[in-house]
T-cell receptor, first 115, second 114 residues
Framework: DADVTQTPRNRITKTGKRIMLECSQT?????MYWYRQDPGLGLRLIYY???????NKGEISDGYSVSRQAQAKFSLSLESAIPNQTALYFC??????????????FGPGTRLTVL | AQSVTQPDIHITVSEGASLELRCNYS??????LFWYVQSPGQGLQLLLK??????LVQGIKGFEAEFKRSQSSFNLRKPSVHWSDAAEYFC????????????FGDGTTLTVKP
């Protein structure tokens, strides 16, 4: 089984709808991250969490919110989806022991389309 | 602030040919450097990393990269490319002062010709 899983893998929704993307991990890592990937723009950090009580905004947090329900679960919400949030979304984790090295472990991604 | 530049958006090589993907970074001290590969429909997988010591690092799948401080570069190389290497490659930089966050380049797409 995959260490970092994301659900759903694909989602099509309409403008104005609320969407939640979920991420679960079995790696036992404290640190979790949400990125979005757009063609030609690499990965951009939306939010990150260093433990259940520690949530931080990344470089593009506007329009998004997150919830760290447990060490293993980190959800990303779009309260009112808009078309320019159409992208590929990745969840990632890192180990505190390795965190200084910033090595991250990625889920398979969620492709979100907002019509 | 740290930053990463991958100058080549798209590279095409023939199967069996050598490969070099370029990565330049900006950071005031010694950074932590990574190369990730993203195969179609997949998440990112770490190929190799550098944080100290020997400037030539070996990774998985026959890849290597060399850290050159004087050129602020961390180029990825492979002596003989296989068709299965076709993917998108991302260089990333992290720093001990940046609270565990990495900055990613825009990626280089590799196409392998038969």
């Amino acid at each position: 089984d995959a260490d970092v899983t994301q659900t759903p893998r694909n989602r099509i929704t309409k403008t104005g709808k609320r969407i939640m993307l979920e991420c679960s991990q079995t790696k036992g890592h404290d640190r979790m991250y949400w990125y979005r990937q757009d063609p030609g723009l690499g990965l951009r950090l939306i939010y990150y969490s260093f433990d259940v009580k520690d949530i931080n905004k990344g470089e593009i947090s506007d329009g998004y919110s997150v919830s760290r329900q447990a060490q293993a679960k980190f959800s990303l919400s779009l309260e009112s989806a808009i078309p320019n949030q159409t992208a590929l979304y990745f969840c990632a984790t890192s180990d505190p022991g390795l965190a200084d090295l910033n090595e991250q472990f990625f889920g398979p991604g969620t492709r979100l389309t907002v019509l | 602030a740290q930053s990463v530049t991958q100058p080549d958006i798209h590279i095409t090589v023939s199967e069996g040919a050598s490969l070099e993907l370029r990565c330049n970074y900006s950071y005031g001290a010694t950074p932590y450097l990574f190369w990730y590969v993203q195969s179609p429909g997949q998440g990112l997988q770490l190929l190799l990393k550098y944080f100290s010591g020997d400037t030539l690092v070996q990774g998985i799948k026959g890849f290597e990269a060399e850290f050159k401080r004087s050129q602020s570069s961390f180029n990825l190389r492979k002596p003989s490319v296989h068709w299965s290497d076709a993917a998108e490659y991302f260089c990333a930089v992290g720093a001990p002062t940046n609270a565990g966050k990495s900055t990613f380049g825009d990626g280089t797409t590799l196409t392998v010709k038969p």
